[in-house]
């Protein structure tokens, strides 16, 4: 007589462990919508033409590689099963060196792949071209031949963002309008240091380098509220050099601009000179008007009275320089020391420019402070005075700013 069959423990438990195993994909599902709910994909999602653009490069790149990622991921896992010790019915060949079919495979896929990477890359490369105007504003929608170009010239600050809308004779500070299917003509610049100029959802991003301008050709096709950012390090205030990018209708672009007529101050060199100096988190700000050619001193960096533009320097280069005044006009082409003469240089310099202590202990905003060296009483607190005691110098030696090495006058007599 059979005996009935009984459940084992494993068996019986088994109800048991499947629960806790689906409230740990349960838990699981809910950590990762958590992490992906942070994320912003706006630079797979953007919304101008030539970010599009720009994203689908990217994807079918990764797609044609992925032609060759994945059979190699997935081999690898097949060949390791089918190949392993225990399977003694998989063909054993030692002296297997050659077979032609499988060089033609390995060889043929690379090469095909990087001929088609290498032609999309060679036809966006001109037709992303930043400097080239746009052809059109969207997909099967070329440039009307009565839309004129929106002019925005833009100037990266410490730590902010001038934008002057030449055409209409405004300016904002951390703040840009454009209306939508309207080409954009960027003409960007910097004050003091390289910066870079992004609007993820508008295209990629462009260097802002003092006393050279660099241009961006792009365009908006949905209404809504972006954010610029600057992505290259320029010092203390880099993380809140932002700014929000306005996507408006025509009307309301016009709108905007009447607003910003309305309720700005003039925009004048005496003026700028005040807004250059370096400041953090600085709010938005408008400029009713725009005094003329002020973009073009910026950059020629011949804002302040006396200053040479860089336009007459090699004006002067070209017709054979002026040996009699050389040294009045390197004089007035010192450009770099200005901030320092003037007592508005930032606190993130050092020896020997500033006069500040390497490393120096005085924090800036919004900086958390930090244990950086516990033998100096632990936390490094705030403090509104350099503290001469820190920095990598020997301890002893002289905390003194480091000797004048460079652009030191040659002695009589040198010889070249």
């Not at 005496?270 to 100096?277: D, G, M, N, P, R």
């Amino acid at each position: 007589m059979r005996k009935p069959i009984r459940p084992t423990r494993q068996n019986a438990s088994r109800p048991s462990g499947s629960l806790k195993r689906k409230s740990l994909h349960g838990l699981t599902l809910l950590a990762t919508a958590g992490l992906l709910a942070g994320c912003n994909m706006t630079v797979m999602f953007p919304s101008g033409d030539v970010a599009v653009q720009q994203r689908n490069l990217v994807v079918a790149s990764v797609a044609l590689m992925l032609l060759v990622v994945l059979p190699v991921i997935a081999l690898t896992f097949i060949f390791a099963w089918r190949y392993r010790a225990s399977n003694t019915d998989a063909p054993y060949d030692p002296e297997f060196h050659h077979s032609t079919q499988l060089e033609v495979v390995i060889w043929t896929v690379p090469l095909l792949i990087i001929i088609a990477l290498g032609a999309m890359t060679w036809i966006s490369t001109h037709t992303l071209d930043p400097y080239r105007p746009l052809a059109r504003i969207g997909p099967g929608k070329p440039v009307p031949p009565d839309v004129k170009p929106l002019t925005v010239e833009v100037v990266a600050l410490d730590w902010k963002w001038l934008f002057i809308y030449p055409d209409y004779g405004v300016a904002s500070v951390n703040e840009m309008a454009a209306p939508v299917d309207v080409p954009i003509s960027f003409k960007i610049t910097s004050s003091s240091v390289f910066n870079t100029l992004s609007v993820p959802a508008l295209a990629g991003m462009i260097y802002a380098m003092p006393g050279m301008q660099t241009n961006l050709q792009a365009v908006i096709n949905h209404e809504g509220e972006f954010t610029g950012l600057s992505g290259h390090y320029s010092g203390s205030g880099f993380s809140r050099m932002n700014f929000g990018f306005q996507s408006l209708s025509r009307q309301g672009f016009d709108e905007w601009i009447a607003k910003v007529k309305s309720a700005g101050t003039p925009l004048d060199r005496e003026a700028y000179l005040e807004l250059e100096k370096p400041s953090e988190a600085e709010p938005v700000r408008h400029f009713a008007s725009v005094e003329g050619g002020l973009f073009d001193a910026i950059l020629g960096l011949c804002v302040r009275p006396g200053q040479m533009c860089i336009s007459e320097m090699r004006h002067i280069d070209r017709t054979g320089g002026t040996a009699e005044s050389s040294e009045e006009n390197r004089r007035r082409l010192d450009y770099d020391n200005r901030r320092l003469e003037s007592g508005d240089e930032p606190a993130g310099a050092t020896f020997p420019a500033s006069g500040r202590p390497p490393q120096g202990s005085v924090q800036p905003q919004g900086m958390m402070p930090r244990d950086q060296d516990l033998t100096r009483g632990g936390v490094n607190a705030p403090q509104t005075q350099p503290d001469q005691g820190q920095g990598n110098a020997v301890p002893g030696a002289d905390r003194g700013p480091a000797p004048a090495q460079l652009n030191n006058q040659p002695a009589d007599g040198h010889q070249h």
